[in-house]
């Protein structure tokens, strides 16, 4: 049997989508317009035991195969309509508390992981600078060594969570050069001396969850804070990012099916002409292409994570990776720009889900490498020379 | 074929792209001249972790070992007689 026809995967995902009709409906739309994040959600989420699906049952976690994670992912999404909080706690157990799960040392497994999965503090991912984007060598970040510790300074921008988030894995050069061992990445904490919460971004899409900039001005950070070890940035960057790629893509699932439901009741219901609009080829042909959208890319995404092992490294499957979000980002936009055309003019209402769930489509061709860049990716991988 | 001589296969002709390095010598610097970059190293990686049956562990990812093809022969043949 295929993953996605498991009926143990439907259940996870009913459980979680259960949790999120009654949990987590609601304000939403309000949120939306006013680009506000609920703390109080995030803590029900991880009360709930999300965070800890992937984690290490040493450590406290649930240890759960990677395709029951994605099943949570799109219960969450099916029963709630906060794409930017999806996105953003599936962001910290995907692609923060995995990458210390798989490089960090256990002291900082024990002392920082516990708290992440019980929803006290909340991480972000500090890569993106402003000179630095789909190229990591160009960022300006640095971490100087100083006896026990590094001296970090830069500026992180366009970071989610950032304005409320307690840690942050930091990528900063430790060599000057463009070597594939110049990064370092440091699990930092913004109690530290020197590290602040800079600018907020007010964005299009995602806006259930907020952005902004982290500043490092000469952070004393302790050697036992680098994750995996000096000039191995490039790896856990890698890493972080392919699971990313692979299986934080799953939050697009839950708006599919959810906005398949309604699009298929609306083209039965509405009529025009005295008939249902489902009864005219040019939407019914649109309805056929919202379910080969959904159904294939939950089978792209299935077919990834039941072959990644729960803390194993993806690196045998980047090209996979790449594939897999082009796949389901690009089917993703193109499923809402559909929803939202059958809606007519109440799709372009700003109180229409399939607005909201096209604005935040929009940002998967952007994150954890754009389109273009894994297009990049799959093509040196099949040993073409690309730049 | 032996350790070095798969790994030189292998970086010629999976990480090589311009012909003016098929010559390439088993002391020739593969990061400081590039012609290793950041995609190469992870894919070389993967080629050692999958055909030559070792594990790289994090903390043998230093420039060091991965500086020339006898470095990374070196690492590759100490891992294997452990
Ligand atoms: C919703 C959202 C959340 C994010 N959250 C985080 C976060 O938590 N932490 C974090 O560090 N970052 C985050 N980012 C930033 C994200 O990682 C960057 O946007 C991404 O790496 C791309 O960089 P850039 O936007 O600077 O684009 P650029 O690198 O400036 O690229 C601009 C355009 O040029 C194209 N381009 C660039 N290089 C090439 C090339 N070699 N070949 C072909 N085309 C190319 C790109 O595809 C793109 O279309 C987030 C972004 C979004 C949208």
Same mark, same amino acid.
């Given at each position: 049997?295929?993953?996605?026809?498991?009926?143990?995967?439907?259940?996870?995902?009913?459980?979680?989508?259960?949790?999120?009709?009654?949990?987590?409906?609601?304000?939403?739309?309000?949120?939306?317009?006013?680009?506000?994040?609920?703390?109080?959600?995030?803590?029900?989420?991880?009360?709930?035991?999300?965070?800890?699906?992937?984690?290490?049952?040493?450590?406290?976690?649930?240890?759960?195969?990677?395709?029951?994670?994605?099943?949570?992912?799109?219960?969450?999404?099916?029963?709630?309509?906060?794409?930017?909080?999806?996105?953003?706690?599936?962001?910290?157990?995907?692609?923060?508390?995995?990458?210390?799960?798989?490089?960090?040392?256990?002291?900082?497994?024990?002392?920082?992981?516990?708290?992440?999965?019980?929803?006290?503090?909340?991480?972000?991912?500090?890569?993106?600078?402003?000179?630095?984007?789909?190229?990591?060598?160009?960022?300006?970040?640095?971490?100087?060594?100083?006896?026990?510790?590094?001296?970090?300074?830069?500026?992180?921008?366009?970071?989610?969570?950032?304005?409320?988030?307690?840690?942050?894995?930091?990528?900063?050069?430790?060599?000057?050069?463009?070597?594939?061992?110049?990064?370092?990445?440091?699990?930092?904490?913004?109690?530290?001396?020197?590290?602040?919460?800079?600018?907020?971004?007010?964005?299009?899409?995602?806006?259930?969850?907020?952005?902004?900039?982290?500043? @490092?001005?000469?952070?004393?950070?302790?050697?036992?804070? %680098?994750? =995996? !070890?000096? #000039?191995?940035? /490039?790896?856990?960057?890698?890493?972080?990012?392919?699971?990313?790629?692979?299986?934080?893509?799953?939050?697009?699932?839950?708006?599919?099916?959810?906005?398949?439901?309604?699009?298929?009741?609306?083209?039965?219901?509405?009529?025009?002409?005295?008939?249902?609009?489902?009864?005219?080829?040019?939407?019914?042909?649109?309805?056929?292409?919202?379910?080969?959208?959904?159904?294939?890319?939950?089978?792209?995404?299935?077919?990834?994570?039941?072959?990644?092992?729960?803390?194993?490294?993806?690196?045998?499957?980047?090209?996979?990776?790449?594939?897999?979000?082009?796949?389901?980002?690009?089917? @993703?936009?193109?499923?809402?720009?559909?929803?939202?055309? %059958?809606? =007519? !003019?109440? #799709?372009?209402? /700003?109180?229409?889900?399939?607005?909201?769930?096209?604005?935040?489509?929009?940002?998967?061709?952007?994150?954890?490498?754009?389109?273009?860049?894994?297009?990049?990716?799959?093509?040196?991988?099949?040993?073409?020379?690309?730049? | 074929?032996?350790?070095?001589?798969?790994?030189?296969?292998?970086?010629?002709?999976?990480?090589?792209?311009?012909?003016?390095?098929?010559?390439?010598?088993?002391?020739?610097?593969?990061?400081?001249?590039?012609?290793?970059?950041?995609?190469?190293?992870?894919?070389?990686?993967?080629?050692?972790?999958?055909?030559?049956?070792?594990?790289?562990?994090?903390?043998?990812?230093?420039?060091?070992?991965?500086?020339?093809?006898?470095?990374?022969?070196?690492?590759?043949?100490?891992?294997?007689?452990?």
């Amino acid at each position: 049997m295929q993953p996605w026809q498991d009926p143990e995967i439907d259940k996870i995902r009913e459980k979680y989508y259960e949790f999120a009709t009654e949990n987590l409906l609601g304000d939403t739309e309000q949120r939306d317009k006013e680009g506000d994040f609920s703390i109080k959600r995030w803590k029900e989420v991880a009360e709930f035991g999300f965070l800890k699906l992937l984690m290490p049952e040493n450590f406290g976690g649930a240890e759960v195969p990677v395709t029951h994670l994605v099943a949570a992912i799109e219960g969450l999404g099916e029963g709630s309509m906060d794409g930017g909080f999806n996105y953003a706690i599936c962001n910290q157990l995907c692609g923060l508390q995995t990458t210390i799960n798989i490089f960090g040392s256990d002291e900082l497994k024990s002392r920082y992981l516990p708290d992440l999965m019980s929803g006290k503090s909340m991480a972000a991912y500090g890569f993106t600078e402003e000179t630095s984007g789909s190229d990591a060598y160009s960022m300006e970040a640095t971490a100087v060594e100083e006896g026990d510790a590094f001296r970090l300074s830069g500026t992180k921008c366009y970071i989610t969570n950032a304005p409320y988030a307690n840690l942050v894995l930091v990528f900063a050069k430790t060599s000057p050069t463009r070597s594939p061992f110049a990064l370092t990445a440091f699990l930092v904490d913004m109690e530290w001396e020197g590290a602040t919460h800079g600018r907020e971004y007010d964005k299009m899409g995602l806006r259930t969850v907020r952005m902004g900039e982290l500043i @490092f001005d000469n952070v004393q950070v302790p050697k036992s804070h %680098i994750v =995996g !070890v000096k #000039g191995g940035g /490039l790896r856990v960057l890698t890493e972080s990012t392919l699971w990313e790629r692979a299986i934080l893509i799953a939050t697009a699932l839950g708006p599919m099916a959810r906005g398949l439901k309604s699009c298929i009741e609306r083209t039965k219901t509405r009529n025009q002409f005295e008939k249902p609009i489902g009864a005219f080829q040019q939407v019914s042909s649109k309805i056929s292409n919202m379910i080969m959208r959904y159904k294939l890319s939950r089978q792209v995404i299935y077919d990834i994570a039941s072959r990644i092992g729960n803390g194993s490294s993806l690196q045998p499957h980047a090209q996979d990776a790449a594939i897999a979000k082009i796949f389901v980002s690009d089917n @993703f936009v193109k499923f809402e720009l559909d929803a939202m055309q %059958i809606y =007519g !003019v109440r #799709g372009y209402l /700003l109180e229409s889900f399939a607005q909201q769930d096209l604005r935040d489509s929009l940002s998967f061709n952007i994150w954890a490498g754009t389109a273009e860049t894994l297009r990049n990716t799959i093509a040196k991988l099949a040993g073409l020379p690309v730049e | 074929m032996n350790v070095k001589e798969s790994i030189k296969n292998y970086i010629l002709s999976e990480l090589v792209s311009d012909k003016e390095n098929s010559s390439l010598s088993e002391t020739d610097q593969l990061i400081e001249s590039g012609i290793i970059d950041s995609l190469g190293i992870m894919k070389l990686i993967g080629f050692l972790e999958d055909n030559l049956s070792v594990q790289i562990d994090d903390m043998e990812l230093v420039p060091e070992n991965f500086a020339s093809i006898a470095a990374i022969t070196s690492l590759v043949e100490k891992k294997l007689s452990d």
